[in-house]
């Protein structure tokens, strides 16, 4: 359990907690209550990592996937659940009218909700997000980069909200992608 949850004895006894109320009284917690329900938290995590992206909170982001990373998350696997999330933001983004729960990969009713979140993002930015993932994906599996903070930078940069005009020089302005 402290593979998956971390070592951090708050966290430990409140997913203790979370066990013994999902197991019943009196019964033994063994290994498969663990993998069935530590699990789920980890899903969860994830989801609350995409809600952050989405509402581009940086500190939240970064918050929840240290959380992922300290609980045994490997940074390919995260890498691919970030890619899949920027890509349904880019679906949605493009979708004419609401787009079909079954295409994004995800229950019908966040799809509201991932609607106007990909409504923060142009486009342009979605794809340059995934070229991004990709090219960190490729350096941490050659050993040019250390993925987790490579995937914390990216995190903040993404998520960093941006005025809608930054200047760049007296008398001179433009507007940002995202």
């Given at each position: 359990?402290?593979?998956l949850?971390?070592?951090?004895?708050?966290?430990?006894?409140?997913?203790?907690?979370?066990?013994?109320?999902?197991?019943?009284?009196?019964?033994?917690?063994?290994?498969?209550?663990?993998?069935?329900?530590?699990?789920?938290?980890?899903?969860?995590?994830?989801?609350?990592?995409?809600?952050?992206?989405?509402?581009?909170q940086?500190?939240a982001a970064v918050?929840v996937?240290?959380?992922?990373?300290d609980?045994?998350?490997?940074?390919?696997?995260?890498?691919?659940?970030?890619?899949?999330?920027?890509?349904?933001?880019?679906?949605a983004?493009?979708?004419?009218?609401?787009?079909?729960p079954?295409?994004l990969?995800?229950?019908?009713?966040?799809?509201?909700?991932?609607?106007a979140?990909?409504?923060?993002?142009?486009?342009?930015?979605?794809?340059?997000?995934?070229?991004?993932?990709?090219?960190?994906?490729v350096?941490?599996k050659?050993?040019?980069?250390e993925?987790?903070?490579?995937?914390?930078?990216?995190?903040?940069?993404?998520?960093?909200?941006?005025?809608?005009?930054?200047?760049?020089?007296?008398g001179?302005?433009?507007t940002?992608?995202s």
């Open positions: 359990m402290v593979e949850v971390g070592g951090d004895l708050l966290r430990l006894r409140s997913t203790l907690e979370k066990l013994s109320i999902a197991v019943g009284p009196r019964a033994t917690i063994g290994e498969e209550a663990v993998a069935e329900h530590v699990a789920s938290t980890r899903e969860h995590a994830v989801w609350e990592l995409q809600d952050a992206i989405s509402a581009k940086p500190l918050r996937f240290r959380r992922l990373v609980e045994g998350g490997e940074a390919p696997a995260l890498v691919g659940a970030l890619v899949a999330h920027v890509r349904r933001l880019l679906l983004r493009e979708a004419q009218g609401t787009p079909n079954a295409l990969g995800m229950p019908a009713f966040r799809v509201d909700k991932l609607v979140a990909a409504r923060r993002f142009t486009p342009a930015r979605l794809r340059a997000a995934i070229d991004e993932l990709a090219n960190i994906d350096a941490s050659t050993g040019e980069t993925p987790v903070a490579a995937l914390e930078e990216w995190l903040t940069a993404f998520c960093a909200t941006q005025s809608l005009v930054t200047t760049q020089h007296v001179r302005s433009r940002p992608l």
